[in-house]
T-cell receptor
Framework: QKEVEQNSGPLSVPEGAIASLNCTYSDRGSQSFFWYRQYSGKSPELIMFIYSNGDKEDGRFTAQLNKASQYVSLLIRDSQPSDSATYLCAVITGGGNKLTFGTGTQLKVEL | GAGVSQSPSNKVTEKGKDVELRCDPISGHTALYWYRQSLGQGLEFLIYFQGNSAPDKSGLPSDRFSAERTGGSVSTLTIQRTQQEDSAVYLC???????????????FGPGTRLTVL
């Protein structure tokens, strides 16, 4: 079992719709969770982080964390073509400091 | 303010040569990380520095890889006797502090694309 798992996609949504990106992790002791966006040929840029169970909203983005189910998700409301990118879920695992990344979900927002 | 910078942006080398990759973190960030991203692979952790010491080197794939950090700032990742499988994008990240198990936000540099012929 991979430490952090994501559906590779591509996930296609029409412009203006809600995109839902999901991630599961195996280390039950993990406390810090991050979503990064990566455009082709570019480095990852932070979208959101979440530490506590529940929802955290920032503009069009909402991160959701359920530690009991070991599940973290990212919702993007009013999706725009500029949101088309690969979304990386990252988790601090093993009580250390390194980020363990999922392989990313490719999102395509279609006109 | 200035973000994480890396140099060179691209490096093409011949198999067997040594290469040095440089990372300049965000000013004041005490924690520095190296990752690499290979085609078709996810981002994988290589090494973590807190100040000038490296408490976690668990991701270095072989003894051909080494890294150092001086003055609590610039870091250099050195790959000796490069192999074709070393071809990847090498990414550096820094964070303000790093609390074990918790993790402060890591900000990534633009990366160095290494191609070993």
């Amino acid at each position: 079992q991979k430490e952090v798992e994501q559906n590779s996609g591509p996930l296609s949504v029409p412009e203006g719709a809600i995109a839902s990106l999901n991630c599961t992790y195996s280390d039950r002791g993990s406390q810090s969770f991050f979503w990064y966006r990566q455009y082709s040929g570019k480095s990852p840029e932070l979208i959101m982080f979440i530490y506590s169970n529940g929802d955290k909203e920032d503009g069009r983005f909402t991160a959701q964390l359920n530690k009991a189910s070991q599940y973290v998700s990212l919702l993007i409301r009013d999706s725009q073509p500029s949101d088309s990118a690969t979304y990386l879920c990252a988790v601090i695992t093993g009580g250390g400091n390194k980020l363990t990344f999922g392989t990313g979900t490719q999102l395509k927002v279609e006109l | 303010g200035a973000g994480v910078s890396q140099s060179p942006s691209n490096k093409v080398t011949e198999k067997g040569k040594d290469v040095e990759l440089r990372c300049d973190p965000i000013s004041g960030h005490t924690a520095l990380y190296w990752y690499r991203q290979s085609l078709g692979q996810g981002l994988e952790f290589l090494i973590y520095f807190q100040g000038n010491s490296a408490p976690d080197k668990s991701g270095l794939p072989s003894d051909r890889f080494s890294a150092e950090r001086t003055g609590g700032s610039v870091s250099t990742l050195t790959i000796q006797r490069t192999q074709q499988e070393d071809s990847a994008v090498y990414l550096c990240a820094s964070s303000l502090v790093s609390r074990a198990g918790f993790g402060d936000t890591q900000y990534f540099g633009p990366g160095t694309r290494l191609t070993v012929l």
